[in-house]
């Protein structure tokens, strides 16, 4: 299963998960995961396929919204340095910018009909 947009999964504040070649995928899906506060890191194994690291992901919180981006087209990592980023999409943050947008343009219409005015 190739995801490169989005795909509902199971990260609220985003994850790096990273390949290590010599590391192995957990047995306890919440084992080998750290949080930083903002992020979750995990190794992974070279061969670890997309639903592996999918299904491990999904164990963390309950399903959300997320983008996965994968450095390589495969559907299994086959190299170390691979990384596999999750990140939310925060719903709040796209709305406040179309607002704002929204606010400065009209500010710029009215500003522009005022100067062309005099």
Same mark, same amino acid.
């Given at each position: ?92 943050? !796209? ?6 947008? !929204? ?16």
């Amino acid at each position: 299963m190739h995801c490169s947009a989005i795909c509902p999964i199971g990260i609220k504040k985003g994850a790096d998960v990273t390949v290590d070649p010599d590391g192995g995928v957990a047995k306890d899906p919440n084992e080998g995961w750290t949080f930083d506060g903002s992020r979750y890191t995990k190794v992974f194994s070279v061969g670890t396929t997309l639903k592996e690291i999918m299904d491990d992901l999904g164990a963390l919180e309950k399903p959300d919204h997320v983008i996965i981006s994968v450095t390589s087209s495969e559907d299994v990592l086959t190299e170390a340095g691979m990384t596999v980023t999750v990140g939310w999409i925060n719903y709040v943050n !796209i709305l406040l910018v179309i607002i704002a947008l !929204i606010i400065v343009s009209v500010l710029a219409y009215k500003l522009y009909k005022r100067e062309r005015r005099d």
